[in-house]
T-cell receptor, first 114, second 111 residues
Framework: EAQVTQNPRYLITVTGKKLTVTCSQN?????MSWYRQDPGLGLRQIYY???????DKGDVPEGYKVSRKEKRNFPLILESPSPNQTSLYFC?????????????FGQGTRLTVV | SQQGEEDPQALSIQEGENATMNCSYK?????LQWYRQNSGRGLVHLIL?????REKHSGRLRVTLDTSKKSSSLLITASRAADTASYFC???????????FGTGTRLTIIP
């Protein structure tokens, strides 16, 4: 089944403790991205990657890191999480350039930083 | 920055009625997409309309795009309880590969 898989689905952590949210897609997609969703603000893009070893900042990259060493994986790293990073996070992928293609989303990771 | 702004923010209708949601955006776009999100879950793509298209249909969905007014509408006909969800428009702007989402319309279908 074609899908984008995020782990974990739920995570509670403490301020400053490094964490990684994994994202994997099995559709051989070139383009992958991370979003955060907050009430009243919709989805905002954190980082995106057009291909292996190619990443770029989205609208809200501060406090996050990403890497794209393999085509299928695009982990999101929070080196020193803070409470304002409490949010619902989504990973998405698409075939290639987004111009005429849809994005496929993972089921989300609900992160709470205390 | 938010590109798409949906209207209304919330909508409740009786099952069987039609639901219309609107999306306005600010800059020139390559295409506009609509997504559905069931409570707290991932977004599911519904339909994509290119900037040179004016109307598109998919099952009970009808999307229109008016580039002169920088607006789009999503019509769901003969609504069902399973249509209860949040609906988001997303625009792909010229010059970048980033989908920019609006804040969504929360649709509730009353059985």
């Amino acid at each position: 089944e074609a899908q984008v898989t995020q782990n974990p689905r739920y995570l509670i952590t403490v301020t400053g403790k490094k964490l990684t949210v994994t994202c994997s897609q099995n559709m051989n997609h070139e383009y992958m991205s991370w979003y955060r969703q907050d009430p009243g603000l919709g989805l905002r893009q954190i980082y995106y990657s057009m291909n292996v070893e190619v990443t770029d900042k989205g609208d809200v990259p501060e406090g996050y890191k990403v890497s794209r060493k393999e085509k299928r994986n695009f982990p999101l790293i929070l080196e020193s999480p803070s409470p304002n990073q409490t949010s619902l996070y989504f990973c998405a992928s698409s075939v290639g350039y987004l111009k005429n293609t849809e994005a496929f989303f993972g089921q989300g990771t609900r992160l709470t930083v205390v | 920055s938010q590109q798409g702004e949906e209207d209304p923010q919330a909508l409740s209708i009786q099952e069987g009625e039609n639901a219309t949601m609107n999306c306005s955006y600010k800059t020139s776009i390559n295409n506009l997409q609509w997504y559905r999100q069931n409570s707290g879950r991932g977004l599911v793509h519904l339909i994509l309309i290119r900037s040179n298209e004016r109307e598109k249909h998919s099952g009970r969905l009808r999307v229109t795009l008016d580039t002169s007014k920088k607006s789009s509408s999503l019509l769901i006909t003969a609504s069902r309880a399973a249509d209860t969800a949040s609906y988001f428009c997303a625009t792909l702007n010229f010059g970048n590969e980033k989908l920019t989402f609006g804040t969504g319309t929360r649709l509730t279908i009353i059985p």
